[in-house]
């Protein structure tokens, strides 16, 4: 389901299914409208679908909804209730949808992730670009207007970008993190209220992640400058910490599913970072001698001190 308001109302859309044990996936079920006042909740419209409601979002005002393997815009008017505009059918099938603008992120079941366009004066989506990877999903976020976030099946968190290529439009990785959850829940947002002081934030944009084991974590979005500092650190911090069961980090965080493996790339593990404030001071020094990085904010990078360092890592620490 999800909420809008217009005017002094809330709008809700609920997606139901109808469940057979006969049947391997849903066949019918029900796309619902409720209009809430502030006193009463009031079905506005229904009208069934061929096949159970996956998920439901807005996209330029109209309800976007994932119907098996169908992404279907309805327009909703209250007095001619709801009205397919238009369907978009390649797809397994349509779990997951996120909408920013008129573009739309759909996670398949098998076929990972694919971008969407939706032509409002044309009345039709088009697909942008595809993972043509096979990859289970469980969860997808939009991060940016090129940027996207994946959550499957086997524990793995990756990012795609989109990327032209002569006639051909993809989305390849550019990150790949093995979380060790089953994640399936991403919302934007944080743990605690973002820069109090109003200072330069370090982190851009943060998205919570929800999973089925009741973890909930957090990832944000950093420039490349502190990225490349926090993973020369990590690396260090890597041959230094002893994990449980003295598994080797890097092996623990590569990405591994049924068909692929591969390291880890563009995630930093914030958990091994923060470990760095648990050190001896005299380890600390060690893996400073080598880090450089702009830490006045004055453009001209310097060798790092421990308060630096130490500072830097509880800014870090305090989105959480």
Known sequence: WYQRRVRASD?????????????????????????????????MAVTEVMGGVNCVTEVCGKILAGVNNKVTVYEFKEDEGLKVECKYHNTL??????????????????RSMALLVYRQLEGRLEDIAKDYRANWMTQVE???DETFLGAEHCHNLF?????????????PFAGLYHLGENVNVFREGSLVLQNPSGAPSLVHKTILYGSASGAIGIIGCIEKD??????????????VVTSIGCIPHARWREFQNDLQKAPSMGFIDGDLIEKFLDLPRTEMAKICTEV?????????????????????????????
């Open 292 to 320: 450089y990085y702009d830490f006045d904010g004055t453009g001209m990078k310097r060798q790092g001190t421990v308060d630096d360092m130490i500072k830097l890592i509880e800014d870090l620490a305090r989105i959480h």
């Open 142 to 144: 939009i991060l940016d």
């Open 226 to 239: 502190l990225f490349d500092l926090l993973h020369q650190i990590q690396e260090s911090l890597a041959s």
């Open 93 to 110: 099938m349509a779990l997951y949808l996120r909408a920013r603008g008129r573009f739309i992120l759909v996670g398949d079941l098998l």
């Open 159 to 171: 990012v795609c970008v989109k990327v032209v290529e002569e006639d051909r439009k993809m989305l």
């Open 11 to 43: 709008y809700f859309v609920v997606g139901t299914a109808y469940l057979n044990e006969d049947e391997s996936e849903p066949k019918l079920g029900r796309l619902l409208v409720y209009r809430w006042d502030g006193a009463h909740l009031r079905q």
